[in-house]
């Protein structure tokens, strides 16, 4: 990952957007508030503070592939939320397969929380950390 130091990660939903941010270093990602978003359009002026703030390098962005790696509605929407960050802000955008992402978030939770109030533990947010971090894994070889 020549030339990328910092990333930063969403989880793209109709209600929410969950965010997190890490580095090529360590490949570890940290969560960051989720952005309310009104049938999958967010706050674009939250979004772009957050890319101020933090000028990653990268941002990716989950694509919710079904389990036989078919591409959803939800993923074209993904995609368009991606293509429209690219867009917006020229920043350089790549896509990662988020199938199990909830999944395990949830699981997280569970095992630090013992609470099934996900929302209120932040698992949009937590599931962009387990995006990115799989993408730093994928992209450290």
Not at 88 to 106: N, Q, T
Request: net charge negative; with cysteine; proline share 4%.
């Amino acid at each position: 990952m020549p030339n990328i130091k910092s990333a930063m990660a969403f989880d793209y939903g109709l209600r929410w957007i969950g965010c997190a941010i890490g580095q090529t270093i360590t490949g570890s990602a940290s969560a960051l508030p989720a952005l309310r978003a009104k049938d999958g359009i967010p706050r674009w002026e939250e979004i772009e503070a957050l890319l101020k703030e933090w000028r990653p390098d990268v941002v990716v962005v989950g694509l919710p592939l079904n389990m036989d790696g078919s591409e959803s509605e939800m993923c074209q929407r993904a995609r368009k939320f991606g293509n429209r960050l690219h867009g917006r802000f020229g920043v350089r955008v790549e896509f990662s397969d988020e199938r199990l992402s909830s999944f395990e978030a949830r699981g997280q939770i569970l095992e630090q929380e013992a609470s099934q109030d996900f929302k209120a533990q932040g698992v949009d947010s937590l599931s962009a950390c387990v995006i990115l971090e799989s993408w730093f894994r994928e992209h450290s070889a």
